[in-house]
């Protein structure tokens, strides 16, 4: 157990160190601090993995101590390692060491490096209790700090007001799913008199429940989901949160925060399970969300905003691997993803860094010349993220796409669909930024160049894993074993065997499966192959900003305006209501009372003061007079 305790420690004792003596730190010293304590969890966490592996290690679901108890209601503080825990815990703190690494070199010149690295820190800490927690209330806890982080990540240059703006968005956005993921945790509470995840599984497992109740509780639960992980319609905060540093980007929001809604569902399967409506919906969410962030992605210029949206269209699919009861496809596509998208976010830095702040697509080209291993590694990982056989993005979406068509036709029409754009919008990125000519000023030019190594040694090992992460989910459909199902079994082996009873007797034959494999492969190179024609061979650039576009274009370029009509149907309503409420309340009866008693004060003051006039015979009668009234007064009551 003390090394489990540890994993989660080791972070916390990081952040201590650099919030309260990173400033006496130089800044090699607290980035190395940073950094180390994040391997330490790695290592611990490795151990953990390989002991599950070679079948040596149990799982591990221990109450630390008694922490809420009333009534009938009895809440631990406890700790729950299994084969789904122990996944994202090699995502987080191994993704999450490479991205301490980047962030030294990435970060060295801010004057608020060990701040920087704090916060880092303290995002590892609470997403490892997220995932370790064994209730609903420690996962809840994490759950809330991972959002606190994230605001304080978003808004790290604090003095560009639109950062603010775009962390006091994400915080807002939030806490829109938060509520009702609290929401579906009293319900729980209320009717099951427990949050422990094992004991909530074997009370579904063994008795009769209300089945109206269960699809209200995993419906909100859901709602929490569909905030954190940014899906429609809670999903605009992601790409606002692309203004802070590029390593939070590369972090919080691809490889780790966001897919803590799809951990959140994937751990509750047992609630899932027994509500088909909620996963229906579920499912058909992840289908839009992948199709709609996937077009508006298209369009976009910001090599960053670029990255957003495709991570949007990554969650879609996710989630609708979980709608469609494939639980081991989703976890498998989060492991790829966040070694992809992870490389392909600081690969995005690294071109950044190169043009001094510059992340206008339109603005540069052909610095595959200047930035060959970004260049190469940030291919690679484009090439995994499109489909493209043999990298890993390959395996893990064609198991996806494998369950949509077996489950709904129209699903796996909007999910192929999806996909298709993203090879798309990918390559697009690809070919303007790295082939051409170069688009940027002669200063920017002659300041190109390949970044550090410590910038770039994290590109090539996430771009090796990108590459080969699919061998642990090669298709049964080719006579493999599938290791990643074989090991998540123990987790999910009821949801399977649910899955399993409920598909047809012969399900997907090989043939079939195979087809869509070629299908979807097919598909993604020809959508390359257009991308090439479009932005290599015929040398087209996107219009430059203010240019005239088609209505459809310009649709699609303005986000579908969903920023805009937030804004005016609940932006505009809400502040025009506090402005009459400031107005109304604050303003008059609360500032009112406040002052009136304040100029009350002052007013007795003034006539009060009138008494002092310094004359002693004045004194002396006034203390006669009080005497005789004191007197007369005593008489009365006597």
Not at 54 to 59: D, R
Not at 74 to 98: A, C, E, R
Not at 395 to 420: C, N, P, Q, R, T
Not at 535 to 543: F, H, Q, R
């Amino acid at each position: 157990m003390l090394n489990l305790y540890l994993i989660i420690l080791l972070p916390l004792i990081g952040f201590l160190i650099n919030a309260f003596f990173g400033k006496a730190l130089s800044k090699n010293v607290s980035g190395l601090i940073g950094s180390a304590v994040i391997f330490g969890s790695f290592i611990l966490s490795t151990v953990f993995f390989l002991g599950f592996l070679n079948g040596s290690q149990q799982k591990i679901d221990a109450d630390v101590f008694s922490w809420i108890s009333f009534g009938d209601f009895k809440i631990n503080f406890g700790l729950l390692l299994d084969q789904l825990s122990v996944i994202w815990l090699m995502v987080i703190t191994g993704v999450g060491f490479l991205i301490h690494l980047y962030s030294i070199s990435y970060m060295h010149e801010d004057e608020n490096f060990s701040i920087f690295f704090s916060y880092l820190n303290l995002f590892i800490f609470f997403m490892l209790l997220l995932v370790l927690g064994n209730n609903f209330l420690i996962t809840f806890i994490g759950w809330e700090g991972v959002g606190l982080c994230s605001y304080l990540l978003i808004g790290f240059w604090y003095k560009n007001q639109d950062y603010n703006d775009a962390a006091k968005k994400a915080f807002v956005m939030n806490r829109i799913g938060d509520l009702g993921f609290l929401i579906g945790i009293f319900l729980i509470l209320f009717n099951f008199k427990t949050l422990n995840f094992s004991a909530l599984q074997t009370a579904l497992a063994g008795g009769v429940v209300n089945h109206g109740l269960i699809v209200a509780i995993t419906m909100l639960l859901f709602v929490g989901a569909v905030g954190k992980s940014a899906q429609l319609p809670l999903y605009t905060w992601l790409p606002d949160a692309m203004a802070g540093p590029t390593p939070v980007s590369a972090l919080i929001h691809a490889a780790t925060m966001v897919t803590a809604g799809i951990y959140m569902v994937a751990r509750a399967h047992f609630f899932y399970m027994l509500a088909p409506e909620t996963l229906q919906v579920v499912a058909c969410v992840g289908a839009a969300t992948a199709l709609f962030a996937a077009t508006i992605g298209v369009m976009q210029n910001d090599i960053k905003k670029v990255l957003a949206y495709s991570t949007v269209s990554q969650l879609g699919l996710m989630f609708l691997a979980l709608g469609v009861g494939a639980y081991t496809s989703a976890v498998f596509h989060v492991v790829t993803h966040a070694f992809f998208k992870a490389c392909l976010f600081l690969g995005s830095g690294s071109v950044i860094h190169a043009l001094s702040g510059q992340q206008d697509i339109r603005k540069m080209g052909g610095l595959k010349k200047w930035m060959p291993i970004t260049f190469w590694t940030f291919l690679i990982s484009s090439l995994a993220i499109s489909g493209v056989f043999p990298f890993s993005g390959f395996f893990s979406k064609d198991e996806i796409l494998a369950a949509a068509f077996e489950h709904s036709k129209v699903l796996w029409g909007i999910a192929s669909l999806a996909s298709i754009l993203t090879a798309f919008y990918m390559f697009r990125l690809v070919f303007l930024t790295f082939t051409g000519g170069f688009r940027g000023t002669e200063e920017e030019k002659h300041h190109l160049h390949e970044s550090p190594a410590l910038i770039t040694m994290p590109l090539v090992v996430l771009a090796l894993l990108a590459a080969i992460g699919g061998l642990m989910g090669l298709p049964e459909a080719l006579g493999f074993h599938h290791a990643l199902k074989g090991f998540l079994n123990p987790v999910f082996a009821q949801a399977m065997n649910a899955n399993h009873a409920a598909r047809t007797e012969e399900g997907l034959s090989k043939s079939m499966e195979l087809s869509l494999m070629a299908g979807a492969f097919i598909a993604a190179l020809l959508s390359i192959a257009y991308a090439y024609f479009k932005y290599v061979s015929k040398g087209e650039t996107p219009n430059e900003e203010g240019a005239p576009i088609s209505f459809a274009r310009r649709w699609v370029y303005n986000k579908y305006y969903v920023d805009e009509i937030y804004h005016l149907f609940i932006g505009y309503p809400m502040g025009k209501l506090s402005e009459l409420f400031y107005s109304l309340i604050d303003k008059t009866v609360i500032d009112g009372t406040v002052n009136y008693s304040g100029k009350l004060s002052v007013s007795l003051g003034n006539q009060l003061r009138k008494l002092q006039s310094g004359y002693i015979g004045f004194y002396l009668l006034a203390m006669v007079l009080s005497m005789v009234v004191i007197f007369l007064f005593a008489f009365i009551i006597k």
